[in-house]
C-alpha cells in the first residue's frame, strides 16, 4: 500500500500550481478597470527578467527596454534573451488579463540611428514594417517610440538633423498604417506610444500637434532635468527663486501648449535619485553652483530601496523637503553631496495632479529600481 506522506510530498507542486491558477482566475474577474495608465518600464538589457518580482496587477502597461535600431530596422539585439523575456512578460497576463506588453525602440543609447532609418519614405516603410513585426512575432501589445532626440543632439556620436522635425511625425503615420494591417489580421487594438524629452526644445523640433493625433499616449520623461545648478532632477513644481527652471508642470504646459490633450499625456516618476555636487552649504546646496568635473556617481543615489535602506537620514544625509518644488533631496554637508528623487510624497503629489489635471496617468523608470513597491503602492493607492 502506498504511503499516504509520500503521495501528499509528491502532489504538492501540483496543488500549488492549480491553486496559482485559481487564485489567478479569480483575480481576472474581480479585478476592476483602472483609470489611469500606470506603465513601467523594465529593463530587459540587463538580461531575463524576474517576472516573479513584477506586480502586475498594479500595471496596466509594461514597456520593454529596450529594441536597437540598425540599418533601418528595429533589431533584437540579443534575441534568446528578448524571445524568451516576451514569453514570460506575456505570462503576466494570467495574472492582469488587462495587462499590456509594449516594445521601446531606441532610448539614450540606441538613438543614434532613427535620423537615417526615417530620412526616406522607403526607410521609414521598412523601419516600421520591422517594428510592428516584432509586435506580430511574439503576440505583444504595440510600440513605443523613445527617440532622443529628433533634431537635437542626444548622446555623443547620435545623427540628427533638421529634417528629423517632419520625419518623426511621418514614422508614427507609417507605424500607424503597419499597426492597423495588424488589428486587421487579428481584430485587436495595439497600441502606439512616444516617450518624449520634458523641453520645450524637444516640442520646438517636433509637430506634437500632428503626433498626438496618430498616438495613444505621450509619455513626458518629466525627470532627468539638471543644469548648471544644483536643483532636483524629477520636481512637480519650480523650487523658489527658480521660477524659469524645469519642473514636470512647465513640462505638461509645454507640451498642451504644443497642442497635446491632456488626456494623452502620461506624467513621468522617477524611481532612483541622482546625485550632484555643490560648491558650498548654502541652503542646503540647493540653487548652488555645480562642482565642475565632479567625482560624484550614480552608485551615491541608485534606486529608491537602496536610497531609504542607505542613504534617507543615514551615512551623513540628511532628508529635507522643498514645498515650493514639491520633492525631496538630501544632502550631506560634508560631502557637499546633494541627491535629487522621488519618494512617496512627492509620488503622492504628482498622482493628485494627474488627477486634478485630467491626464492620461503615470509612468516610471524602471521597475526594479524599487523591489519593495514602495512608490508603486503609493500610486496604486491614489490612482485607484
Known amino acids: 500500500m502506498s504511503n499516504p506522506l509520500l503521495l501528499f510530498r509528491k502532489y504538492i507542486p501540483v496543488f500549488f500550481m492549480l491553486m496559482v491558477l485559481v487564485v489567478s482566475a479569480i483575480n481576472a474577474q474581480t479585478q476592476k478597470p483602472k483609470k489611469y495608465i500606470v506603465n513601467g518600464y523594465v529593463g530587459g538589457y540587463r538580461g531575463l527578467v524576474k517576472v516573479e518580482e513584477i506586480d502586475a496587477d498594479k500595471l496596466t502597461h509594461i514597456n520593454y527596454a529596450f529594441v536597437n535600431v540598425k540599418d533601418s530596422l528595429a533589431f533584437l539585439t540579443n534575441l534568446k534573451t528578448d524571445s524568451t523575456n516576451f514569453r514570460l512578460l506575456n505570462g503576466l497576463k494570467r495574472i492582469n488579463p488587462d495587462l499590456k506588453i509594449v516594445i521601446s525602440i531606441g532610448g539614450w543609447s540606441w538613438s543614434e540611428n532613427f535620423s537615417d532609418a526615417v530620412l526616406t519614405p522607403t526607410s521609414r516603410k521598412l523601419f516600421a514594417k520591422s517594428s510592428v513585426d516584432i509586435v506580430r512575432q511574439y503576440n505583444l501589445d504595440g510600440v513605443d517610440i523613445d527617440w532622443e532626440y529628433p533634431a537635437m543632439r542626444g548622446e555623443e556620436g547620435n545623427v540628427y538633423r533638421p529634417e528629423d522635425k517632419q520625419n518623426f511625425t511621418l514614422m508614427f503615420r507609417e507605424i500607424r498604417a503597419e499597426l492597423d494591417k495588424l488589428e486587421a489580421e487579428r481584430g485587436r487594438k495595439y497600441l502606439l506610444t512616444a516617450a518624449v524629452g520634458g523641453s520645450k526644445s524637444f516640442v520646438n523640433n517636433t509637430e506634437m500637434a500632428e503626433v498626438a493625433k ?171
Open 214 to 384: 496618430i498616438l495613444d499616449y505621450i509619455l513626458i520623461m518629466t525627470y532627468d532635468y539638471g543644469g548648471k545648478t544644483v536643483a532636483h532632477h524629477t520636481n512637480l513644481y519650480p523650487s523658489k527663486g527658480m521660477e524659469n527652471s524645469s519642473s514636470a508642470h512647465k513640462s505638461v504646459v509645454d507640451f498642451m501648449d504644443g497642442g497635446v490633450p491632456a488626456h494623452k499625456i502620461g506624467l513621468g516618476a522617477a524611481f532612483y535619485g541622482k546625485s550632484r555636487e555643490a560648491e558650498n552649504v548654502m541652503k542646503n546646496g540647493l540653487n548652488q553652483p555645480v562642482v565642475s568635473g565632479s567625482k560624484v556617481t550614480a552608485g551615491q543615489g541608485g534606486g529608491y530601496t537602496k536610497m531609504r535602506k542607505e542613504f534617507i537620514n543615514n551615512n551623513g544625509y540628511k532628508r529635507h523637503w522643498d514645498r515650493h518644488a514639491k520633492a525631496p533631496y538630501l544632502f550631506n554637508p560634508e560631502t557637499k553631496v546633494f541627491i535629487t528623487y522621488d519618494d512617496e510624497r512627492s509620488i503622492r503629489m504628482k498622482a493628485k495632479y494627474i488627477r486634478k489635471h485630467k491626464l492620461a496617468g503615470i509612468f516610471f523608470w524602471e521597475y526594479f529600481s524599487d523591489p519593495e513597491e514602495y512608490l508603486l503602492k503609493e500610486i496604486d493607492r491614489v490612482l485607484d
